[in-house]
């Protein structure tokens, strides 16, 4: 099947920031695949640690659509616990899913992908400010932040553009349980200029568009209201604070 309209593929799109930025695409005029480990009605099932799922779902994507034009990876995960407490599978884990996945989205969506074509990765404020206790978290991001460029400088050849929006707080499904934990909002808007968290709404937009700006290319948008300009928070004080 083939359609004017341009295919865009939402992986992790099943909620949070995914779901907001498969909307926004929607909206933008694309036709949307959502892809996501949640079992959810009108969901394409993948795992993105799972290099043979993510290399069937494009192909079934491309098979079912005719082309793929823009590709954004929004799957993640996170924990939470010292270095010197943390086990390695913990580690390990948060690493595969948000940086090996990423790896892998790039991996088998550029061979699908023509010139215009756009990949968009999800990093994060924590891929250039560190956190106690988010010591897998931190790395990966950083680490999807340096994949993006060179992404970006080995399709650009092929002119297939590869971004990356870095959101600071927005509050998701991902998110939620911290905000919970008595001085962990106050502190994260007390060091975001702009005063406020993010909203899902906006890292979609931002997505469109990275999907449109043909002269954009290894980019790390940060999304954060300025927070990269402050400090971090002290998530971990504010954990030991309420549970000890």
Request: charged share 15%; with cysteine; hydrophobic share 50%.
């Amino acid at each position: 099947m083939t359609t004017s309209a341009r295919i865009a593929l939402v992986v992790g799109g099943a909620s949070g920031i995914g779901t907001a930025t498969a909307r926004a695409l929607e909206a933008d005029g694309c036709t949307v695949v959502v892809a996501d480990r949640t079992a959810v009605d009108g969901v394409v099932p993948v795992d993105v640690t799972d290099e043979a799922s993510v290399q069937t779902l494009f192909a079934r994507v491309v098979d079912e659509h005719g082309r793929l034009d823009v590709v954004v990876n929004s799957a993640g995960v996170s924990t939470f616990g010292l270095m010197a407490d943390l086990a390695v599978e913990e580690f390990r884990t948060v690493v595969d899913v948000n940086l090996t996945g990423s790896f892998l989205v790039v991996k088998h969506a550029a061979p699908h992908l023509g010139a215009g074509g756009s990949i968009i990765l999800l990093s994060s404020l924590n891929g250039r400010q560190a956190g106690a206790a988010l010591a897998p978290y931190c790395a990966a991001k950083a680490g999807v932040n340096m994949l993006t460029q060179v992404a970006a400088l080995e399709l650009g050849a092929r002119g297939i553009r590869v971004n990356a929006i870095a959101p600071g707080l927005v509050v998701t499904p991902l998110t939620a349980p911290a905000m919970d934990i008595p001085g962990v909002e106050d502190d994260y808007l007390a060091n975001t200029p702009l005063g406020r968290s993010g909203r899902p709404e906006e890292i979609g937009d931002a997505a469109v568009f990275l999907s449109r700006a043909e002269w954009m290319t290894g980019e790390v948008l940060d999304l954060n209201g300025g927070a990269h300009l402050m400090r971090y928070p002290d998530l971990h004080g504010h954990v030991m604070a309420a549970f000890g």
